[in-house]
C-alpha cells in the first residue's frame, strides 16, 4: 500500500513499487518490509510497506522522517544488517501504536551515485538476524527499484521534451503558415515537395502539396532579368538551382492568371545539407502590388511633369509674346491666359498636397453646425471668380426644409468646388452646372446633395475606378485635360471623414451626377 500517490509516474511503475515490499517479505521471510523513496534532498516523499494493515498505519501516524537508524542509512548509503534495532547507537525508538521491530535489513536503492531511496525489512521469521543470503537478495531487488525509477523519470523528461518539441514545432509551422511569405521545402534528389505553408498554396491554388513533384516551368509561368527581360521559355531558375545546389537570389517569377491578371513574386532559393539529404528552402514574396505602386509612381511622375510642362511652356510663349505687344486688349488677353494657365498648376500642386496630407493623416477634421446653403454659397462665389466661371454658369438649387448638418465647413466647401470644378473642366463652354441639395426622399432625415453636369460623362466600365488615386478616364476627350487624378480621390476621402461617400451615375455624351449625403442634425 501507499502513504501518497506519487505525481506524474507511470501506473505501471506505481503497481511495482506498491507490490514490491510484499514479494521482497516473501522473498527473505519477513514479518514487516518497506520502500521509501526519495527526493534529490533527501527527504522521504513515498512510501510504501507490507505486513501492516490500514488501521494499524493509521494509529501510527505519517510516515517515517528518515531519523535515527532510517536517516543513518539515508546518510551513509550503506547496508545495515543487525540483530537487534535497539542495540545500534542511532536507533531512536519506535512511536506511539508502533509494532516491536527487532531484526533489521536495510538496503540503499542507488543507481549512477545517486540515492533513489531505501528497502528496510525487520523481523527475520524463524531466526534472530537476516542472512547474507537475505542481504543479497534485497540487493538484487533495490537494484531493480533503482532501474524501474530511473527508467520512469527518463521516461517522463523524455516524454516532456517530446511534448515541448511537438509544441514548438507547430508553433513554428502556426507562424510559418500565417507569415506572408510563401515557404516551400524541396527534396533536392527527388525534387518532391517536403513543406509547403498556406501562403505557397495560395498562389500556386494548392498544387504545392506535400509529396508532389516541383514543376515551375509550365506556360503560365515565366522567369524574369534583372534588367527586365524574359528569360528563353521553360527555363527554370528552380531546376538549375537544385542541379547545381547554387543560391537563387532575388529572381522575379511571373504568374500569368486565366483571368489575364499576373502575381509577381521575388523567388530566394538556398540549399540547406541535413544528416540525411539536402533540401532547397525556397522562399517566395509576392511583389505584385509593390510592382504595380512601383508602376504607378513612374506613370505619375511622369504625367504630372508632362502636366506640369505644358503650363510652362505656355507662361514661358505667352510672357515673351506679351513683352511684344503695344496693345492693351491683347496684353490683358494674353494675361487671362496667364493666369489659366498658373491656376491649372496651382489646382496641380494643391491636390498633390492635399493627398499627401491626408495619406499621413495630417487632415484637420474640425466638424460643427453648417447650413449647405452657406457652403454651396461660398462655393458659387469661387467658382465664379476662377477661370471657369467666364465659360459656365453654376445654379444653386437648395431645399427649404433642408435641415443643419454636422461637418467640417472647410472640407466640404473642398468637397464642393472639387466636384463643380470637375463638373466645368469635363463640359463643353456654356453648358450649365447645378449643385443641389434636399432631405433624402428615402430617409428626410439625411441630405441629399447633388452635383449635375452635361458634360462627356463616364464610361460605365470605368465608373468604379474614378474614385482611385492618380486614375484619369481614357477617353480622348480626358487627354488633353491637365490633372494628376487626384481630385475625386480627394472628395472620397472628405466623403468618408463625415462616414458617407461619393456615388456617380453617368452616361457617355449626356454629362454625370455625383451624389453624396450627411445625416442631419435633430
Request: charged share 20%; glycine share 6%; hydrophobic share 40%.
Amino acid at each position: 500500500m501507499t502513504i501518497q500517490d506519487l505525481p506524474e509516474t507511470d501506473p505501471n511503475t506505481i503497481k511495482l513499487l506498491e507490490e514490491l515490499p510484499s514479494t521482497v517479505k516473501e522473498l527473505v521471510d519477513a514479518q514487516y518490509a518497506a520502500l521509501a523513496i526519495m527526493n534529490e534532498e533527501g527527504r522521504i516523499i513515498h512510501f510504501f510497506f507490507a505486513g501492516i494493515s490500514e488501521e494499524e498505519a493509521k494509529a501510527m501516524g505519517s510516515p517515517p522522517h528518515g531519523h535515527g537508524l532510517l536517516g543513518f542509512l539515508n546518510n551513509n548509503n550503506k547496508i545495515i544488517r543487525i540483530p537487534h534495532m535497539g542495540a545500534h547507537p542511532r536507533s531512536s525508538g519506535f512511536p506511539e501504536n508502533h509494532p516491536v521491530m527487532i531484526s533489521f535489513l536495510g538496503v540503499p536503492i542507488i543507481r549512477a551515485g545517486r540515492n533513489y531511496g531505501n528497502l528496510y525489512l525487520t523481523n527475520k521469521q524463524g531466526g534472530k538476524e537476516f542472512s547474507l543470503r537475505d542481504q543479497k537478495i534485497v540487493e538484487v531487488m533495490a537494484e531493480y527499484v533503482a532501474l524501474a525509477i530511473e527508467n520512469d523519470r527518463l521516461f517522463r523528461t523524455e516524454q516532456r521534451l517530446r511534448e515541448q518539441a511537438n509544441f514548438q514545432t507547430q508553433s513554428l509551422n502556426t507562424m510559418i503558415d500565417n507569415v506572408p511569405v510563401g515557404i516551400l521545402v524541396v527534396s533536392m534528389s527527388e525534387a518532391t515537395i517536403i513543406f509547403s505553408n498556406e501562403e505557397i498554396r495560395n498562389i500556386f491554388n494548392s498544387s504545392c502539396e506535400i509529396g508532389n513533384r516541383i514543376d515551375f516551368s509550365d506556360d503560365h509561368i515565366s522567369w524574369i532579368h534583372e534588367d527586365g527581360t524574359k528569360l528563353p521559355v521553360n527555363t527554370d531558375p528552380l531546376s538549375i538551382s537544385m542541379s547545381s545546389k547554387q543560391e537563387l537570389r532575388n529572381q522575379t517569377m511571373v504568374i500569368d492568371r486565366e483571368n489575364s491578371s499576373q502575381t509577381i513574386l521575388s523567388v530566394d532559393a538556398v540549399p540547406i545539407e541535413q544528416t540525411d539529404q539536402t533540401v532547397l528552402l525556397i522562399v517566395m514574396n509576392d511583389i505584385t502590388h509593390i510592382q504595380e505602386v512601383e508602376k504607378l509612381k513612374n506613370e505619375f511622375l511622369s504625367m504630372v511633369t508632362h502636366d506640369l510642362r505644358g503650363p510652362l511652356a505656355t507662361i514661358q510663349s505667352l510672357t515673351q509674346t506679351l513683352n511684344q505687344q503695344d496693345s492693351i486688349s491683347e496684353q490683358y488677353s494674353i494675361t487671362q491666359a496667364l493666369l489659366e494657365e498658373a491656376d491649372n498648376m496651382s489646382d496641380l500642386v494643391d491636390n498633390l498636397l492635399n493627398m499627401a496630407r491626408i495619406e499621413s493623416g495630417a487632415t484637420p477634421f474640425d466638424p460643427e453646425a453648417c447650413h449647405i446653403i452657406d457652403i454651396a454659397e461660398e462655393c458659387k462665389r469661387q467658382f465664379e471668380r476662377s477661370r471657369y466661371g467666364t465659360s459656365h454658369r453654376l445654379h444653386l438649387e437648395i431645399h427649404n426644409a433642408t435641415p443643419f448638418f454636422y461637418a467640417d465647413h472647410l472640407l466640404v466647401l473642398r468637397l464642393l468646388n472639387n466636384l463643380v470644378s470637375n463638373a466645368a473642366k469635363y463640359s463643353p463652354g456654356n453648358r450649365d452646372i447645378w449643385l443641389k441639395a434636399s432631405p433624402m426622399k428615402s430617409n428626410p432625415k439625411n441630405i441629399l446633395v447633388e452635383v449635375i453636369d452635361r458634360g462627356i460623362g463616364i464610361p460605365k466600365s470605368e465608373q468604379s475606378n474614378i474614385f482611385d488615386k492618380f486614375y484619369r478616364l481614357s477617353i480622348p476627350q480626358q487627354s488633353a485635360k491637365p490633372g494628376a487624378g487626384l481630385g475625386l480621390a480627394i472628395c472620397q476621402y472628405i466623403c468618408k471623414l463625415h462616414d458617407s461617400a461619393l456615388t456617380v451615375e453617368s452616361k457617355v455624351g449626356e454629362g454625370s451626377v455625383f451624389k453624396f449625403s450627411f445625416p442631419a442634425i435633430g
